[in-house]
């Protein structure tokens, strides 16, 4: 009787609880995105600003080679970023989730740290570690490893160690999550089974780390996307990424029509292929 | 001791075998050897080696030193996937994300089977633990002992030399583990595989064992027979540990023939069947089961083979086929005495009340402290 007196209570109270959530992403999640769709279907003033004639050609101008070079590039990336995110991150959250308890929550501190820098102010240490006459460079000449500087700043590899750099504590998060919770007598319990390392992991970590690849992959590929920071400071004027070029069109050219097309497509993209991966690619890849 | 056993009766040897943890020594020069087709327990308490000594066998640890041989293999430097053996772990540790089907056809995938030579051999499997039905389950959807047929199919469908068993039963609740002892037991012999058992319960491990040792500390206390190591515990601590025991202190006056007469302070002298190795003036511990006394309110005729002494009955509990007494000696020691309940309620005690406490003296058992 007390019991369903109070998931009475519970189930009356609940919608007053989720009303300020509803109205704070109503102002401004759904309005702005209501905004971005229509100023997106309208067309550029003469000297910037929006005027309200409604047309596709938003749209249709991003089957041009050059913006759809853009996307493509973007993509690549970004896949580039996950996977190197992922096969860094991986062992990396495995031996913390191995290691002695005591341990586990000063590792995780240790990956945690680089959050407490500015994102901008780490990306700006990075050109300094990546220039021709930088940290890396002038290590790499002291060695006698190379003779020469290498190209690395302004290039689509510093934007992508940028990248790695950064969504890296992203990817390992989730991935130490899912392994902390496995049972290591599931690990000796394959290997009594005839199971060599190698099977080991792909036939019993792997699949019982799924939930945490799945979503390390989700919180890295997504930002990395629609980076903007990362290939603005350090990849030149050929690594353009999509982030990028929305911004361009926002503040340098101001056809705000065509950039909120852009992040229309962006954002349906990203979606598409989100839903595809849980659906196809997620489920059987793991089996 | 143990009577001697020909290279190919063996199944599992362990020579010598010492394995440290950090400072403490897990197991301290141990040897055994297991003979095919015994059920063969390790008992002790926690801390006292025999989970370690199972994971030596499994090849998850390896000795500091000392030798393992399994079929009259040595054992070092093969890892855990090239050994003829298999283990049933403590939780089972049944993978969570593959039927039960999958869970029992692993190992023979593993070891590179076709498809259509597993089919038939987990099916044979299954059906001799009674999951036929439950092949496309998960283990979440499977109770507790369903769930330890599985790890038990697991492991037997490998067909392996020695199966390992870690604390079989230890998750089961008191019913299903008593059901379980006896039929492990029955397919123990109906497979005809080595098992080796680590438990900590004396009574699964009397039930099951053709032969248990007991560990203590690292260190191999006694090996035998349930009956052997019941009737005659070789020291005061396989005597407490397997069973209740009831000790006295004493000291030996004299030995007459089959008869020891010890001198207990507070008490009396009291007779016990003799141990080789005593002498007038030897210190002992003298243990009797709260089984083997007997309560009467008149004290009987003295004669030579019977013991007696005058109780306080501290406490009675009713607990269904028998009574269990605490006894308050003359020296004020406790003693348990369980009593049948068969004889009668006439014949209960309750507590306050003075009693003659009576055993046979071939039923105490002398050890020298």
């Known amino acids: 009787m007390s019991m369903d007196y109070r998931r009475g209570v519970a189930r009356r109270r609940l919608p007053w609880l989720i009303v300020p959530p509803a109205i704070a992403l109503l102002l401004f999640f759904v309005v702005p995105l209501g905004l971005v769709l229509a100023v997106s279907f309208a067309s550029k003033g003469t000297y910037g600003g929006v005027q309200w004639i409604v047309t596709v050609m938003n749209y249709t101008a991003i089957l041009d080679p050059l913006y759809l070079g853009i996307f493509w590039r973007s993509l690549w990336i970004a896949l580039l970023t996950t996977a190197a995110c992922l096969m860094l991150g991986f062992p990396l959250a495995y031996l913390i989730a191995r290691s002695p308890k005591r341990w586990q929550a000063a590792l995780l501190l240790l990956i945690i740290i680089p959050f407490w820098t500015n994102f901008l102010v780490r990306t700006y240490a990075w050109m300094f570690i990546l220039r021709a006459e930088g940290l890396l460079n002038t290590a790499l000449m002291t060695m006698g490893i190379i003779n020469e500087p290498l190209n690395l700043l302004f290039t689509d590899t510093a934007v992508l160690i940028g990248l790695v750099y950064g969504y890296l504590p992203f990817m390992v998060l989730p991935l130490y999550a899912a392994l902390e919770r496995l049972d290591p007598a599931l690990i000796e319990a394959a290997w009594d089974l005839y199971a060599n390392p190698r099977q080991v992991f792909s036939r019993v970590i792997l699949p019982l780390a799924k939930p945490g690849v799945v979503a390390g992959c989700l919180l890295v590929f997504i930002p990395s996307l629609g980076a903007y920071v990362t290939p603005d400071l350090l990849g030149g004027a050929k690594s353009m990424m999509i982030g990028n070029l929305i911004q361009h069109q926002y503040l340098v050219v101001r056809d705000w029509p065509f950039g909120s097309a852009l992040s229309f497509v962006l954002m349906a993209g990203v979606l598409l292929m989100v839903f595809y991966y849980l659906r196809t690619g997620a489920a059987k890849s793991f089996g | ?369």
């Open chain 2, 1 to 369: 001791m143990e009577p001697h056993v020909s290279m190919t009766d063996v199944s599992v040897e362990i020579r010598n075998v010492t394995k440290r943890h950090g400072a403490t020594v897990a197991v301290d020069r141990v040897s055994l050897s297991v003979r095919k087709g015994e059920f063969f327990s390790l008992l002790g308490p926690s801390g006292s080696g025999k989970t370690t000594t199972l994971r030596l066998l499994a090849g998850f640890e390896h000795p500091d030193s000392g030798e393992i041989l399994i079929e009259g293999v040595p054992m070092q430097g093969v890892p855990p996937n090239h050994r003829p053996v298999n283990i049933v772990f403590q939780n089972y540790a049944l993978f969570p994300h593959m039927t039960v089907k999958q869970n029992v056809a692993f190992g023979l995938e593993m070891k590179g089977m076709t498809a259509g030579e597993i089919a038939p051999r987990v099916a044979q499997t299954v059906d001799m633990v009674r999951l036929s039905g439950k092949l496309e389950r998960f283990p979440a959807q499977l109770s507790g002992g369903e769930q330890q047929r599985v790890a038990l199919a697991r492991a037997l469908v490998n067909h392996p030399a020695v199966l390992l068993l870690d604390e079989p039963l230890g998750a089961l609740d008191r019913q299903l583990r008593q059901e379980m002892e006896v039929e492990l037991k029955v397919l123990q012999e109906r497979v005809g595989i080595t098992f080796i058992c680590v438990t900590h319960d004396q009574e699964e491990a009397l039930t099951m064992s053709d032969r248990l040792a007991v560990l203590n500390h690292g260190r191999l206390l006694q090996v035998g027979t349930p009956e052997e190591i019941y009737t005659s515990p070789a020291s005061a601590f396989v005597a407490n540990f397997i069973g209740v025991s009831n000790g006295l202190s004493g000291c030996v006056q004299d030995v007459e023939g089959d008869t020891a007469r010890v001198v207990v302070e507070g008490i009396g002298v009291l007779r016990s069947a003799v141990v080789p190795g005593l002498a007038a003036g030897s210190k002992v511990l003298m243990t009797i089961r709260p089984e083997r006394l007997k309560l009467s309110r008149d004290p009987g005729a003295m004669d030579p083979h019977h013991n007696q002494v005058v109780v306080r009955i501290a406490k009675a509990i009713y607990s269904g086929n028998e009574m269990q007494y605490l006894l308050s000696l003359p020296n004020n020691l406790t003693w348990k005495a369980r009593i049948p309940n068969a004889d009668g309620i006439a014949k209960r005690f309750s507590a306050g009340e003075s009693a003659y406490v009576k055993w046979q003296a071939a039923e105490a058992v002398l050890l020298s402290q």
